[in-house]
């Protein structure tokens, strides 16, 4: 992945560090050791309860791949599938016995949020309701997870979401390798790093508390942090090039924007050529926009502003192959928003080409 602008890409578990010590005599706040005290980092943990197999579906024919699993102090339960042969959309997975949910095409994982109070789930079914050459499917694993209220005590491997609390009096911010939350609570999905062949990398980080006091003393305290197993997978919200769309949706097929073309890849159902108008929570949101691009020329060369052409964000930027980030500013949505100035977000190519395949971010 692209990565060319600050972006996050890690995850983690508390792991005991020897943070800078810094003594105030003045009463009317607290030190980073009292900061510390009044704080907890905490990442989640897994247990592994199926090694990876092959199955064989016959049309409209259940396959059990576990039964009567104990998910007593479980968050919830994850199933993980090699994405290359999960290569249609007529996957149905029921847990439990109860209705089927879709699978979606090319996905890596399934993931069940365990009820509150639940202690088994009677059984994990997969079905292939068409007769197609397209009907076996790789189970890689499937994970119990167990949330921060039971995490501490539990044995096993840690996740990729970390959860942040402090009882200091004090204003909170959290960093999560530059992914800012602001509140005395916080939790975050983690990216991690993956080798070539797809499997997992473990990945260490620094997660970042910044408080400040009521006489304005600030005070800065790190937390190392390091992930063995994707927990709860970051979730893809399609903006354009959404690979499970309805047929009877409008298509959203891969396009080459030309060079000076400000229409190509403007943000707008009324006035760009093929993107739609970003939904005002993503804007406020400040989420990070990732675009999918192959054929990327040497003289690529792109500028971000608004719709109006009244504010450059990003300029001269250059992409490769692959995924590519584009994390939204403040600024930048209180002027593309609807619900700010609606000028619509606009990328625009100075020179060079490529097609554009889809525009995602994730949570």
Known sequence: M????????????????????????????????????????IVDKVQQIANQKTYTAVQGTPITLLDNIDVKDCEGITIYFDPETVADTCWRISISGGAPEKILKKSGYYRYNVPDGATNVSNIA????????????????????FGPKVAPGKEGEYGNVITCQTSAPVNAKWSFSGKEKIGNFASNKMKVDWDENGNLLPTDHIVTLTALCPDGTLLVTEYPVRCDKISNPLVKYYIYGDPNLDPSEEPQPPFTPGAWDAAAMRFSSTEGAHLPTIPDDVYFGLKT???????????FDLKVMNGWWSNTYYDHVKWIDGVNELPITQTMADECAKGGEGRDLDLMLYSGSMLLKSVYYEE
């Open 2 to 41: 692209k990565k060319i602008f600050l972006f996050f890409a890690a995850v983690g578990v508390f792991i005991a560090c020897d943070p800078v010590h810094e003594k105030i005599d003045n009463g009317s706040h607290i030190t980073v050791d009292e900061l510390r005290d009044m704080s907890s980092v």
């Open 289 to 299: 926009l990732l675009f999918d691009v192959s054929d990327v020329t040497p003289d």
């Open 126 to 145: 997969i079905t292939h309701i068409k007769d197609t050459e397209t009907n076996s499917i790789t189970i890689k694993a499937i994970y119990k997870t």
